[in-house]
């Protein structure tokens, strides 16, 4: 470990310079919360595989020029086999740097060092992973529509259903980059807090 590492107190591990909070208490805060919302993304994601885009149990078929193709149906397929290794490579890059985060702080008070730069980076690497999950899966959807209701360039009804994904996703997205952001470059300048 460099000079440039913080270190960890116990449990709730703060910084060198007895500063207050647990930075790595956070930090594995914030892992847990990221595993969590993967997990529930996965799990829609297996229920996207399951469905079979062909079967209409209503027999409410699109209209045959606005019926999506096979390449919409095999899009679906593949967005959603992305999305879940999207997911599932974020959910373990965190619950590895919590196991390395617990590994490395004792049962007793003595100081540790804990590299802040790779555990940084790891958040940062599955942070990626979550944004890329939801990318996939919200271009997954928007084929589900267009499999359900028809092509978005003749379904006014698909395009209703789509232009909420496509704005609200894509949001939210950018506000929990903005925050992941702002957080980074808050704590660079106070240390690990």
């Known amino acids: 470990m460099d000079v440039g590492d913080a270190y960890a107190e116990g449990p709730d591990a ?15 805060t914030a892992l847990d919360g990221i595993m969590n919302v993967n997990s529930l ?4 994601v297996f229920v996207g595989l399951a469905w079979n885009p062909s079967s209409y149990p209503d027999g409410g078929l699109p209209d045959v020029d606005c019926a999506a193709g096979n390449r919409v149906v095999e899009d ?11 997911f599932l490579f974020s959910s373990l890059v965190a619950l590895c740097l919590k196991q390395a985060v617990r590994l490395v702080r004792p049962h ?6 804990i590299n ?6 790891g958040i940062v ?10 990318g996939f899966l919200t271009l997954a959807l928007v084929n ?13 009804i698909a395009v209703g259903a789509v232009v909420p994904l496509v704005t609200l996703i894509p949001t939210a ?4 980059i903005a925050i992941i952001f702002y957080a980074f470059t808050r704590r660079s300048h106070h240390g690990l807090r």
């Open 14 to 28: 703060g910084d060198a310079r007895g500063g207050g909070g647990g930075g790595t208490s956070i930090d594995i």
């Open 41 to 44: 993304f996965t799990f829609a």
């Open 76 to 86: 679906l397929v593949s967005f959603h086999v992305l999305a879940f290794a999207s």
């Open 108 to 113: 007793h008070r003595a100081a540790v060092r």
């Open 116 to 121: 802040k730069a790779l555990l940084r980076g």
């Open 125 to 134: 690497a599955s942070a990626v992973g979550s944004v890329l999950g939801c």
């Open 144 to 156: 589900v529509v267009q499999v359900k209701l028809g092509r978005l360039g003749c379904s006014g």
């Open 173 to 176: 997205m950018i506000i929990y």
